[in-house]
């Protein structure tokens, strides 16, 4: 018994390194593969057990409704590829979007070895360190530049990220939900606090902070009385901080400033729903969206590059076309509205776990973070425990009462 649960918890660090630590590993024409694609790849050798071993993967409906949504997706692709042609940089596209989706496979292989928990556990804690390392670099300009000059200097700050500022702004959205959730078992994991909110404002997205903002807003609705006080203080804190440091990025001059970001986002969206109206219904085939939507028109005669679309709901309708778009995005607020309403989840965890994903689902607007290995790790994993924790119906969710 020792032996296997040393094995699984290796088995579980494993992965998380490779996810929560991306190193570059090669590029393929424009796209840049990291050790998260290898862990999804090192997950083939636990895919038989998953597939033949797991009762419950195949009885569980999420499962199904996933299958049939990566089998849409092939579907589309082929149907585009026959109209279009079929590319190199197209077929690397399509395939990239699909195999992140077997993170749901690695979160219900977790689950199913009953050590879900002890995963989100390591996952917090692991990022920690992250969190640390990011604030020690900080401090470090500070004490060399001051703080004003600080936000000058920032994007020396950028390259140590594990990935763009403002995803990683968002993931640690998720990762405040978590540390909320374990806070209320242990309330040594609320100390871990001190890292996070430091490093979500040094990303200096304001996206991350609408993100977060609305998310506490739904915790306050959904428990008035329990999370009233603390949730109160927490937006006080956020609001009058987030005022102050892009009041003083703005007075420095220092990136764009929000009617131009505005601005911008609109014309992005502008050039790409041109394009979509030539093709409604399936779109691009999975396609890279900026190969499809290159550049977009900032006046009469200048053209600028597209970069991305800044929305992964106009990004999905470019790509996947209408009819996966509605079936995708119906089926995650499905996920959404379980967590949410589930009764006979005692310690809330799935709850917690939805306030992260409505956030996701708020910066989506604003930003791409669905098409993020380092956020999408932990979405899977989340749509992995709605379908674990529906399927036995709170009974076999918790097979260990683990120490947190």
């Known amino acids: 018994m020792l032996f296997k649960n040393f094995i699984a918890k290796l088995i579980i660090l494993y992965f998380l390194l490779l996810i929560l630590f991306p190193l570059p590993l090669f590029k393929v024409l424009k796209y840049g593969f990291s050790s998260a694609y290898l862990a999804l790849i090192s997950l083939v050798f636990l895919l038989p057990v998953i597939f033949f071993l797991s009762k419950s993967y195949w009885g569980n409906k999420v499962t199904i409704i996933l299958w049939c949504l990566r089998i849409f997706m092939a579907i589309i692709f082929l149907l585009v590829s026959y109209r279009l042609e079929i590319t190199l940089i197209g077929v690397i596209s399509f395939a990239g979007t699909l195999f992140l989706t077997f993170f749901y496979e690695l979160g219900y292989f977790v689950l199913s070895i009953g050590y879900f928990k002890k995963f989100l556990k390591y996952w917090t804690w692991l990022n920690m360190v992250t969190c640390i390392f990011l604030l020690s670099i900080a401090l470090s300009i500070i004490f060399k530049y001051n703080f004003v000059n600080f936000i000058e200097q920032s994007n020396t700050l950028k390259i140590y990220y594990p990935s763009w500022p403002n995803y990683f702004g968002i993931y640690l959205i998720l990762l405040f939900w978590l540390v909320v959730y374990f806070g209320q078992r242990n309330k040594k994991y609320f100390f871990s606090l001190l890292f996070i909110f430091p490093t979500l404002f040094f990303t200096f997205s304001r996206t991350t902070f609408l993100a977060l903002l609305v998310s506490i807003f739904f915790g306050i609705f959904l428990k008035r009385k329990k999370f009233f006080i603390p949730a109160v203080l927490i937006l006080i804190l956020l609001v009058s901080t987030g005022y102050i440091l892009f009041k003083i990025k703005e007075a420095a001059g220092f990136g764009t400033s929000l009617s131009h970001t505005i601005v911008m986002r609109q014309l992005r969206w502008k050039a790409a ?11 691009s085939g999975f396609r890279s969206f900026t190969e499809e939507v290159p550049e977009f028109s900032y006046s009469d005669s200048r053209l600028i590059s597209m970069g991305s679309s800044h929305n992964d709901y106009i990004d999905l309708l470019i790509r996947g076309g209408l009819l996966y778009s509605l079936a995708f995005w119906l089926f995650v607020l499905y996920l959404v509205w379980q967590g949410l309403i589930k009764k006979n989840d005692k310690e809330c ?10 956030a996701l689902l708020v910066s989506a607007i604003f930003q791409n973070p669905f098409k993020d290995p380092f956020i999408l790790a932990l979405f899977w994993s989340y749509v992995a425990a709605i379908a674990y924790y529906s399927k036995f119906n709170g009974k076999k969710f918790e097979l260990r009462n683990e120490n947190l």
């Open 273 to 283: 729903l041109s394009y979509y109206q030539e093709h409604p219904f399936l779109g």
């Open 349 to 358: 965890l799935l709850k917690y776990l939805s306030y992260s994903i409505i």
